[in-house]
């Protein structure tokens, strides 16, 4: 059991410093593991002003994660337009997305019974 969680905080570490780098807005991480018939253990979630950067926020995500963890997305959605894209990872679920499209869908109030952290740049 070691093992996993340790591999979960690098793929976590790794989704929110390919965020940063592409200076995304408002990183959020939601703990979902304490919640019954959960879809993930995390969601990372952020917002970009620009359609733009959007795609590079999710590049950079799957560029580090894949340099820090060798892991690879199962599942890429929303690229088409960039409004909203979404990483499965798996056990953790990265939304990237244009702000009006998160002011709009505010996954956070949906899953207001988990533990939500704000995230900080540690980077600078």
């Known amino acids: 059991?070691?093992?996993?969680?340790?591999?979960?905080?690098?793929?976590?570490?790794?989704?929110?410093?390919?965020?940063?780098?592409?200076?995304?807005?408002?990183?959020?991480?939601?703990?979902l593991r304490k919640l019954e018939n959960r879809i993930a253990d995390y969601f990372i979630i952020c917002h970009a002003t620009s359609t733009t950067q959007v795609d590079s926020i999710c590049d950079s995500v799957e560029d580090t994660v894949r340099k820090k963890s060798g892991e690879k997305p199962i599942h890429v959605e929303g690229l088409d337009n960039c409004f909203w894209v979404l990483l499965d990872f798996g056990n953790v679920v990265v939304h990237i997305f244009l702000e009006e499209y998160r002011s709009f869908y505010s996954l956070e109030s949906l899953w207001a019974d988990a533990s939500i952290e704000v995230m900080e740049d540690k980077i600078k």
């Open 1 to 31: 059991m070691k093992k996993r969680s340790d591999a979960a905080g690098v793929l976590l570490n790794s989704i929110i410093k390919g965020i940063f780098e592409k200076q995304g807005l408002n990183v959020i991480k939601i703990d």
